[in-house]
């Protein structure tokens, strides 16, 4: 990757960057521009991270380094690109364009400055996955929780009021945790670039080891509230369900930023050496209480935006549980299993909007009153005969069951897929070296059987009360902008399944890499400034 195609790596930064600020010049009554604006802006980021997805998995050993300011590594700062970050840029960027699209129906002029938001937290989180130090993940952590604030009381009303109130006050206290844990790690190694503290903690003396170990910990704790953790997970149900349909869709991905830096940090800086591991058990054990407390929350759940919020848990625990095994074949099915999910709850959090639409907002309340009380059957329902379904609940109705099978983990979608190579990992695992299972991989296996059951039985649940038992009996008005996005979400979701194969393939040579840092550490640490590399090439033309 030379010349222009260099600058590509700095694109998803920049490109929702300039369009957000652009934005600001437009008063809130162009709204037709301002939305123009905004999805060419996350079409033109899809377009640069397939891109660098095809370059990041053309050969094994790629990294793509960007020197910002011409300044070299560990001095400057520096973006990376490399299947990982490559991977969540696309997940990113093709969650964005039906959300944003699916917002242009209602949502976005329902208060200020919604696209420029949008586009800031973009910005956020493309910085996140790219950064190559710590300081910078810092930067653009606070650009992401900066806008999700003002996404998340977008549309104003008393609830968004207080869940963001809330929100705000968890992630201040996060953001504190991170100030602090960087400090620390900074005051124990004398650099935040990730690859030269990779290099560098081989080298420490004890105690300046167990200092740096304390300040990631605390950096831990910071990422662990992000994803959601149990007991750090409390404020997530409550900011997801009460933030709008768009706004909740886009921040599915969020809760996976933390996933994305434990894995990172831990394989890179924590993967070998005395500290190798360090964490393991956090994530193994706290990971298995999350898919519990996740799953007791989507059992108990009678509203839909509860449901799908404690989904998010669900797979978040998951995610953690399974990286806390340590196993590289475990940790491609988690990686397999992320998008999967990511992609499915997006979707759900859009589908309840349109769900909703018809039916009364006590109707789910009055509905479980009724069945503990007894009194569902006390009348008969008159039939009427050869009255067809409308097309928009028979839409509606296809997509809720195939949200159901994909929460679950039934065939043959790719959340069946993501599951089955987990549990085959997790259990071949053992069988192949002929020792014996350890219980805490009994225990995952148990809990994740145990979350996809809770997940058909409150999906079908929620489906018959719904569809088949509605007590309104509306027919909810839907646009074709706002069922399109959900459709195209379900649409990556069976793709996945069918290209399974070379989807797993590269989630194993992902993993594989992260496996051994060398690679990154090299790319980052060797990459030259762009004065050198031209002089370089002109003395070898010379020669």
């Given amino acids: 990757m030379n010349g222009w195609m260099q600058h590509l790596i700095v694109a998803p930064i920049l490109i929702p960057l300039v369009a957000g600020a652009f934005l600001l010049f437009f008063d809130e009554r162009q709204r037709v521009l301002k939305a123009m604006v905004s999805v060419l802006s996350c079409l033109a980021l899809a377009a640069v991270a397939i891109t660098l997805l095809r370059f990041s998995g053309a050969e094994a050993g790629f990294q793509g380094v960007y020197l910002l300011g011409n300044w070299p590594a560990p001095f400057g700062i520096v973006l990376v690109v490399d299947r990982l970050s490559a991977l969540m840029l696309v997940l990113a960027s093709v969650l964005s364009i039906p959300a944003l699209v699916f917002s242009l129906a209602r949502w976005h002029a329902a208060g200020p400055h919604f696209h420029t938001l949008f586009q800031l937290l973009m910005m956020g ?110 404020w997530l149900p409550g900011a997801y369900s009460a933030a709008t349909a768009p706004v909740a869709g886009v921040f599915a991905i969020m809760s996976k930023v933390g996933v994305y830096v434990i894995l990172r940090l831990s394989l890179l800086v924590f993967g070998e050496g005395e500290s190798a591991g360090h964490g393991l058990n956090v994530l193994l054990y706290g990971g298995m209480a999350t898919i519990l407390f996740g799953t007791i929350g989507v059992l108990a759940s009678q509203a839909l935006g509860r449901l799908a919020s404690y989904s998010v848990l669900v797979s978040s625990g998951t995610l953690l549980a399974v990286l806390g095994l340590g196993n590289g074949e475990v940790t491609a099915g988690a990686l397999f299993y992320l998008v999967s999910s990511t992609l499915t709850i997006s979707a759900f959090f859009m589908l309840i909007e349109l769900v909703e639409r018809g039916q009364d907002a006590g109707a789910s309340v009055l509905a479980v009153t009724m069945e503990a009380y007894g009194d569902a059957d006390e009348e008969e329902p008159e039939t009427e005969v050869g009255v067809t379904m409308p097309a928009t609940i028979a839409v509606l109705g296809t997509c809720f069951a195939a949200i159901g099978i994909l929460l679950s983990g039934l065939p043959p979608l790719s959340g069946f897929v993501a599951k089955f190579v987990m549990l085959s990992g997790m259990i071949g695992a053992g069988v192949q070296s002929g020792g014996t299972i350890p219980a805490p991989v009994w225990w995952i296996v148990a809990l994740m059987i145990l979350s996809g059951l809770a997940a058909l039985i409150s999906m079908t649940r929620a489906g018959i009360r719904t569809f088949w038992a509605s007590m309104e009996g509306t027919v909810p008005r839907v646009l074709v902008m706002e069922m399109a996005p959900v459709l195209v979400l379900l649409a990556l979701t069976l793709m996945l399944a069918v290209k399974a194969g070379p989807a797993m393939a590269y989630m194993e040579e992902t993993v594989r890499a992260l496996q051994h840092p060398a690679g990154y550490i090299e790319a980052v640490s060797g990459a030259r400034r762009a004065g050198e590399a031209a002089a370089t090439t002109t003395a070898g033309e010379g020669d």
């Fill in 125 to 234: 989180l493309n910085g996140a996955f790219l950064t190559g130090d710590l300081f910078n993940l810092f930067v653009f952590f606070e650009v992401m929780l900066a806008a999700s604030y003002g996404l998340l009381m977008h549309g104003s009303g008393s609830m968004r009021v207080k869940a963001g109130l809330h929100y705000i006050a968890v992630n201040l206290v996060a953001a504190l945790c991170f100030l602090i844990g960087v400090s620390t790690i900074y005051g124990s190694v004398g650099t935040l670039n990730m690859a030269d503290l990779a290099l560098r903690i081989g080298e420490l003396d004890p105690d300046r080891r167990m200092l740096l170990e304390a300040g990631a910990s605390v950096l831990g704790v910071a990422f662990l509230i992000k994803a959601g953790m149990w007991p750090l997970n409390f």
